[in-house]
């Protein structure tokens, strides 16, 4: 299931900076991470929680929730790192695992070289970490690779900012109990599945 963060006029102000071509590093750097946290509470709110009680210091006592499980985030390499510190914000001591997969520039095709995550993440929810969603072979590679680690497709939450129609539409068919959370849905692929209008290369622009 796709969840769509509010389109507030905040929200579009943000990335309208980051889409601009003349917005320099730190200021990509600085307005992605304000988006990016955004993302990051929109998932916490997909956790679940349990009754929990506390006594306030008026001596009343308040009958509220606190969050039950475990979580990790799980950056796709090279771009998803850019999203580690936005989840640090949030989750302070958080479990960070890694899968680096390249999309072939000819093919489009994604590749996978690399992955290293927590020994106990089949017994956490996931946050999967890439702010690109464009065909969605990158991360639905990504999402393979955790089910082989025993993680459910519904414990996973993959948090993106700019998603194509074409990447949500793979998802929803080959992952139907994930939930994609993203900013801003675009208007498609160009002829080298670049998503737009979208912000370009995020890994670029974030990187250098
Ligand atoms: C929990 O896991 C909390 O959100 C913490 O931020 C995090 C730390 O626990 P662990 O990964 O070190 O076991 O969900
Ligand atoms: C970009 O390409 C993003 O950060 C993703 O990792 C990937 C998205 O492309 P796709 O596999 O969805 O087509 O570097």
């Given at each position: 299931?796709?969840?769509?963060?509010?389109?507030?006029?905040?929200?579009?102000?943000?990335?309208?900076?980051?889409?601009?071509?003349?917005?320099?590093?730190?200021?990509?750097?600085?307005?992605?991470?304000?988006?990016?946290?955004?993302?990051?509470?929109?998932?916490?709110?997909?956790?679940?929680?349990?009754?929990?009680?506390?006594?306030?210091?008026?001596?009343?006592?308040?009958?509220?929730?606190?969050?039950?499980?475990?979580?990790?985030?799980?950056?796709?390499?090279?771009?998803?790192?850019?999203?580690?510190?936005?989840?640090?914000?949030?989750?302070?001591?958080?479990?960070?695992?890694?899968?680096?997969?390249?999309?072939?520039?000819?093919?489009?095709?994604?590749?996978?070289?690399?992955?290293?995550?927590?020994?106990?993440?089949?017994?956490?929810?996931?946050?999967?970490?890439?702010?690109?969603?464009?065909?969605?072979?990158?991360?639905?590679?990504?999402?393979?690779?955790?089910?082989?680690?025993?993680?459910?497709?519904?414990?996973?939450?993959?948090?993106?900012?700019?998603?194509?129609?074409?990447?949500?539409?793979?998802?929803?068919?080959?992952?139907?109990?994930?939930?994609?959370?993203?900013?801003?849905i675009d208007e498609g692929l160009d002829d080298?599945?670049?998503?737009?209008?979208?912000?370009?290369?995020?890994?670029?622009?974030?990187?250098?």
């Amino acid at each position: 299931t796709v969840h769509v963060l509010p389109q507030t006029p905040q929200l579009i102000a943000l990335l309208t900076i980051i889409r601009d071509k003349n917005t320099q590093r730190g200021d990509f750097i600085f307005y992605s991470n304000r988006i990016i946290r955004l993302l990051v509470e929109e998932g916490l709110n997909h956790l679940p929680v349990k009754e929990h009680e506390v006594t306030t210091p008026l001596g009343r006592t308040y009958a509220g929730v606190r969050f039950e499980g475990k979580i990790c985030g799980v950056s796709i390499m090279r771009a998803g790192e850019s999203m580690e510190q936005g989840l640090r914000d949030c989750c302070r001591s958080v479990r960070i695992g890694k899968i680096l997969i390249q999309r072939d520039e000819d093919t489009s095709q994604p590749k996978l070289f690399y992955h290293k995550l927590p020994n106990d993440i089949a017994d956490r929810w996931v946050l999967l970490l890439d702010p690109m969603n464009a065909t969605g072979g990158s991360a639905s590679m990504a999402v393979e690779v955790l089910k082989g680690k025993g993680v459910a497709e519904e414990r996973i939450l993959f948090l993106n900012l700019i998603a194509s129609p074409e990447g949500l539409e793979h998802f929803a068919s080959k992952f139907p109990k994930l939930r994609v959370i993203t900013a801003f849905i675009d208007e498609g692929l160009d002829d080298k599945n670049y998503i737009v209008p979208g912000l370009g290369d995020f890994g670029d622009r974030h990187f250098g």
